[in-house]
């Protein structure tokens, strides 16, 4: 029932910028943005809410901007000033109404590098 693909990862340069997305489908509200590094958990990095409302990890806050499409189903993840440290796989979350839990896509890769 949910289909999520994620896209616009890739290898960048400190400091440097990424533009993810994130296509859904399926009966879902969209949820916001994880990532994983490498041997860590999952950890949330961004959210939004019905409302429109946003919140950050504090790792980024006034670094990322999350934003969605609610007609097209999409959620995209702005990221400015990048650290090594915001390396990994960053994953769309949204809620499935037909399951009631979260669901996540394959992920798109980040490499923050020189």
């Known amino acids: 029932q949910v289909q999520l693909v994620e896209s616009g990862g890739g290898l960048v340069q400190p400091g440097g910028s990424l533009r993810l997305s994130c296509a859904a489908s399926?009966?879902?509200?969209?949820r916001g943005w994880y990532r994983q590094a490498p041997g860590k958990q999952r950890e949330l990095v961004a959210t939004?809410?019905?409302?429109?409302?946003?919140n950050y990890a504090d790792s980024v806050k006034g670094r990322f901007t999350i934003s969605r499409d609610n007609a097209k189903n999409t959620v995209s993840l702005q990221m400015n000033s990048l650290k090594p440290e915001d390396t990994g796989v960053y994953y769309c979350?949204?809620?499935?109404?037909?399951?009631?839990?979260?669901?996540w896509g394959q992920g798109t890769q980040v490499t923050v590098s020189l």
């Open positions: 399926g009966s879902i509200f969209i």
């Open positions: 979350s949204v809620w499935s109404t037909v399951t009631g839990r979260n669901s």
């Open positions: 939004i809410n019905s409302g429109g409302g946003t």
